[in-house]
């Protein structure tokens, strides 16, 4: 019989860095003779000087590791009551009793009694019942059975496996809380052991400082502490890495706590489009890959407390959306500054937020042109002081100098899509902030590759298309007419205005009723920007240069409330 992961978060962990210690390559090589070289790591580590705080200002095992194992062994004062002799003792014999249990468990074929926790037959002479001293967060602690809850019964080897769960263990910072990561892949799950846990306890024993959970990650809450530490594995061993996405194996954090005031557990599922964009970006850049992670994921020291306090604000509401997957272009808008850098966000918009590819170098296009734009201080301005309400006349403007096509328009700004206003708006500043620190910089602003085709315009722009090529056709005093629907401060002026198109028979009654649907001002607004668009774009010589577009206060009210909800 052979180990295996078993699914429970908390004896995998323990699994994972049972296999580091072990020597073997993967958990269904361990032998009884690895068990044993596992164990003589863990008895060495936990029964240190510096795990037991002797002549050390701070205990391990009396203060953070009663925190996992409450009242176990090296923490109850009972044991203590000798002496650190008295304790490393009582460990030792009750490591050997587990060890023994474990290495009979391997040895032994088939057994009669099933495992509730790795589910194999084992003999039921190897089963340990375990309360929550030594399985975190079971109900009942050693001293106190509310209930007369009796623990779960573990066979040998799993109640084993939970003795190195300590090893796996990670510190989140603020609150003291520790977390883990449940990476059903073994090799990455061991390398995280290896290089976090026990290698960081060797570090420490070799310098003589008192034990603790590594938790240098100078980032904020849980999410900022998972993604730095999803950064620092690529950055060390991203081949490994790469397996966990490419397979889609689920990986979920569990951030949590077992003391004796209550326990608490959170888990937190890491998407693998996260871990696609970490390296996607580092594969594209590693500068880039630094400074997303500097400029969003890190909270320095600074001297201003305040300062401090703003910034892991910051970090812990980015680090949090990552991880739901959601947008963060528009939260990392700074002062005329774009944190993590247009690399990052370009990759995540595409990895994470799904963004089709010629749209987003379409608004890459599009915020270069706007950065270099003769009015472009004003439209910018435009697009920062109102959010998504602004965002289609400065497009439509765009489209009047020939910067963008009406095809084009549609494409960024969907008709029937309002909130797409508020990303197409966050990203257009992000790529002129960019462009901006690039000119002061002297670097060159890293484009997308051009040659991609904006995706087919849906069935409302392409009748707008064809409705202002039907009246450029057919429409007398055409600049004067489009003049009058530019400048409509009410929707019965823009009806006024195509009524007049109707009598001179440039538009018919169905395209009339398309245009100024009844009871939908909203739409009226919406498919009047089109309909310009079009008429801007293939009719350049009718467009009145100096004319103000007016943004109707009917049609936009309605709209902000539609993107409000
Ligand atoms: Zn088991």
Known sequence: MSLHWTGQPFVDAGLAALLAASGASQLSGVTATHLEVAVRELEAVLLSDQALGIGLEKSFAKGTLSQVFPNSELVN??????????????????????????Q??????RGDRVCGICGELRPSAGFVVLRRDRFPLLSGAVNFYPGLLHGVALCGACALALRFAVASLLRVGERGR?????????????????????????????????????????TAGNSGAILCLLCQLLRKFANQLRAIYQHGIPTVAYVFSNDNRGGYVEGIPVPTSILDFLQSLQLESVDAFDRFEREVLRVDTAKDKREETQRARFVANVAGRIMRAEPIVGACLGEQRLLGG?????????????????????????????????????????????????????????????????????????????????????????????????????ESFPRLAGGWAIPEPDEVVRRLERIANDLIRTLPNRRQWITGLMTARKTAQIR???????????????????????????QAWVRRDYLLAFLFELDREAVPPDIELVEGEEGATDEVSVLAE
């Open 496 to 522: 006024a205005t195509y009524l007049r198109a109707l009598r001179s028979g440039a538009l018919s009654l169905v395209d009339f009723l398309f245009l100024v649907p009844l009871g939908d001002v909203t």
């Open 178 to 218: 520790l977390w883990f990561l449940h990476c059903p892949s073994e090799i990455v799950a061991a390398r995280i052991a290896q290089e976090y846990g026990w290698s960081h306890f060797r570090r420490l024993i070799a310098t003589n400082q008192p034990l603790d959970f590594y938790g240098d990650w100078r």
């Open 342 to 442: 247009w690399i990052a966000h370009r990759i995540y918009l595409q990895e994470v937020n799904g963004m089709n590819h010629a749209v987003l170098a379409l608004l890459e296009r599009t915020g270069i042109a706007l950065a270099q734009h003769e009015r472009g201080k004003k439209l910018i301005g435009r697009l920062e002081r109102a959010p998504a309400r602004d965002v289609r006349a400065v497009l439509l403007d765009l489209v009047r100098e020939g910067v963008l096509s009406g095809r084009e328009l549609g494409a960024l700004l969907p008709p029937n899509e309002p909130a797409s206003a508020q990303i197409v708006r966050d990203v257009l500043l992000a790529v002129v902030y960019e462009w901006q620190r690039c000119n002061e910089a002297g």
């Open 77 to 102: 004062p009972r044991n203590w009551s000798k002496g650190p002799e008295g304790v490393r003792k009582k460990y030792r014999t009750a490591l050997k009793e587990d060890l023994a249990r474990a």
């Open 104 to 109: 009979e468990a391997l040895r032994a074929g």
